[in-house]
């Protein structure tokens, strides 16, 4: 059954204009998992703060302990923070706030580190349960995954790995508490001021759909129809197959007209296209 119908419009290319809001955000869990719950939002952009603690529904992994300092009771509903008392909220209305935090800002960008195999899927799942996903993409721009980032900019020769804390003592040459979400996001805008800002470009900005878009080109990569470069690269975008589809049904061509946008050469063109002709 075709579904392009359901896909209203092709989407635009991302283009950072300069006006954007940088919101430096980050997020502690349960876990390692990307199926783990939240314990800490935190967010910070120019001298602005957000941060909550949350009341996870699950326990808490120790190795998630030992490394954050948060514990907490489901039994008496203490949460303590390297052995400090904080007061947690329910997921529901920390995401709430959140939203608020970021309903004042001009086009928001999400920027942090490694969110986009991590952070940002959890981020997602949670605002999908909580029915506050579409509030969420109407508020925010993309986002940007620091770690990417400075893998692409930052010769291999220069740093022992790309992990935050090491990139913060090289460049900033300062120590911090990392795996605490507030002061994570601090340090992270201090590296990107001085370090990332001037090298950063519209490349490395993803779009809120680029989970789902790449999903949607999975069977097409085994069937070597699409590159995973090409899929990436248009899920960045958020460009799904099912666009793809839309723009051959409405003319054959438009197909090498949508991937000349994005570089994509005349060789996966033809491949879909005969692909599509089959169906």
């Known amino acids: 059954m075709d579904n392009t119908e359901n896909v209203p419009q092709i989407p635009q290319q991302i283009i950072i204009s300069g006006s954007e809001s940088r919101v430096f955000f980050d997020l502690e869990t349960t876990g390692l998992g990307r ?37 907490y009771s489901q039994s008496t509903n203490i949460m303590y923070v390297h052995g400090e008392k904080v007061e947690p909220i329910s997921i ?7 939203l608020e935090f970021l309903s004042v800002l001009e086009k928001p960008i999400l920027i942090g580190h490694n969110i986009c195999n ?9 605002l999908k349960e909580s029915n506050l996903y579409t509030t969420y993409c109407k508020l925010v721009k993309g986002f940007v995954d620091t770690l990417k980032l400075a893998r692409r900019v930052i010769n291999k020769d220069e740093v022992v ?27 992270l805008q201090s590296l990107f001021d001085v370090k990332l800002s001037s090298l950063f470009n519209n490349v490395d900005v993803y779009s809120l759909m680029y989970h789902t878009c790449v999903e949607s080109y999975s069977e097409f990569i085994k069937k070597k129809i699409i590159t995973k470069p090409a899929s990436v690269l ?3 975008h958020d460009v799904s197959f099912e666009h793809i589809k839309t723009v051959y ?22 491949a879909i296209n005969t692909f599509l002709d089959e169906e």
């Open 234 to 236: 248009l899920a960045r």
């Open 118 to 126: 991590f952070d940002i899927p959890i981020l997602v799942r949670k």
């Open 161 to 187: 790995n790309y992990k935050q804390q090491t990139l913060v003592e090289k460049f900033l040459n300062i120590s911090y508490s990392a795996h605490n979400a507030i002061e994570d996001v601090k340090s």
């Open 35 to 71: 199926n783990c719950e939240i314990t800490q939002i935190a967010a910070k952009v120019g001298e602005n703060v957000f941060q909550k603690y949350v009341i996870p529904r699950v326990d808490i992994q120790t190795e998630a302990s030992r490394v954050t300092g948060i514990t």
């Open 92 to 98: 529901q209305k920390a995401l709430l706030d959140f």
């Open 249 to 270: 049904n409405r003319d054959r061509k438009g197909v090498k007209f949508l991937f000349e946008e994005y570089k994509i050469s005349q060789k996966i063109v033809n």
